[in-house]
C-alpha cells in the first residue's frame, strides 16, 4: 500500500542491525515511517539513520532529550544535522528547555525536523504518577504538559490516543499527537498500560501511531504492518 502521508510509525527496536534490516528491506517508504530509539542508536549511532534516510524513509529520533536548556538545544540541531524527519524532548524539562530546543532549529528554515514533547509515558499509571509525587489524573497532567509544550512552541506532543480527543479538542487540529501503546485487540499488552488500538486512536484524533513489538515481532511483521494499514484506510 502506498501512502504519501503514513500514519504507521514502526518502532524498530532491535538488538542486531540484521534483524531491523531484513524487516525494513521488505518496506516502501510509503508504508511506514520508521523510530529509531535509545537501543538502536546507542547500539549502531548516526550512520543507523543516515542508512535509513538514503533509502528514502522519513525517521523519528525518539531519543527523549532531557537535560539543561543549553545541552537540549544543541542535541536538537545535532539531530536536525543528521536530517530526520521529527524529535523529541521530554514536556518536563520544562518550560526554558522546551523554548531553546525551538530556538535551536530557527536556523533550519523549512528543513527543521518536527520537535515534538513526550507528556506522560504510556507505560504509567496514576499509581505510578503518585509514587514520583504527582497527585492530578494522567488527564490532567498530559493535558498540563501539552499545552505547555504548545505554548513554548513545539509542534506537538507524545501522549496515549487515550487523550487524543481531549488534546484535539483543546489544542487544534494542527498539534501533532504522536501516540505509542498502540495494541490491536489481540496483541499482547506487555509493559504498556495506556493502550488503545489503531483503529481508534484514530477515530480519537491521534496524528502518528507508534507501533513496535505487534510488527516487529509477528511472525511476518510485513503482513502484520500491511493488516494494520488496511485497517485504518478509511479512518480520517
Ligand atoms: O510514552 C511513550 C513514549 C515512547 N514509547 C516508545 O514507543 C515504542 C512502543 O513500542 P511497542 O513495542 O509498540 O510497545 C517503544 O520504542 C517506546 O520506547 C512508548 O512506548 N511510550
Known amino acids: 500500500m502506498s501512502n504519501v502521508d503514513p500514519k504507521v510509525i514502526v518502532a524498530l527496536d532491535f538488538e542486531k542491525e540484521a534483524e531491523a534490516m531484513n524487516l525494513v528491506s521488505g518496506l ?20 543507523f539513520v543516515t542508512r535509513l534516510n538514503n533509502m528514502g524513509f522519513e525517521v523519528f529520533l525518539d531519543l527523549k532529550f532531557h537535560d539543561i536548556p543549553n545541552t537540549v538545544a544543541r542535541a536538537v540541531a545535532a539531530a536536525a544535522d543528521l536530517g530526520v524527519w521529527m524529535v523529541n524532548v521530554h514536556t518536563s524539562g520544562g518550560p526554558k528547555m522546551m523554548e531553546a530546543a525551538v530556538k535551536s532549529l530557527e536556523s533550519f528554515g523549512s528543513d527543521r525536523p518536527l520537535l515534538t514533547g513526550v507528556t506522560v509515558l504510556t507505560s504509567m499509571d496514576e499509581e505510578q504518577l503518585r509514587s514520583i509525587g504527582i497527585t492530578v489524573d494522567v488527564n490532567q497532567q498530559v493535558s498540563r504538559l501539552a499545552t505547555l509544550a504548545r505554548d513554548c512552541g513545539l509542534d506537538g506532543v507524545v501522549c496515549s ?9 483543546s489544542l487544534g487540529s494542527e498539534f501533532k499527537l504522536v501516540t505509542p501503546g498502540i495494541r490491536p485487540k489481540t496483541a499482547d ?5 495506556r493502550i488503545v488500538t489503531p483503529e481508534d486512536a484514530l477515530k480519537n484524533g491521534s496524528s502518528y501511531l507508534v507501533i513496535g513489538r505487534p510488527i516487529t ?3 511476518n511483521p510485513l503482513e502484520a504492518l500491511r493488516a494494520i494499514n488496511e485497517s485504518i484506510r478509511n479512518i480520517d
Open 161 to 169: 490516543a487515550r487523550e487524543a480527543a481531549m488534546l484535539r479538542s
Open 189 to 193: 499488552a506487555g509493559d504498556q498500560i
Open 28 to 47: 516502501a517508504a510509503g508504508e511506514c515511517r520508521l523510530k529509531v530509539g535509545k537501543e538502536m542508536f546507542t547500539r549502531f549511532g548516526p550512520q
Open 217 to 219: 515481532r509477528a511472525e
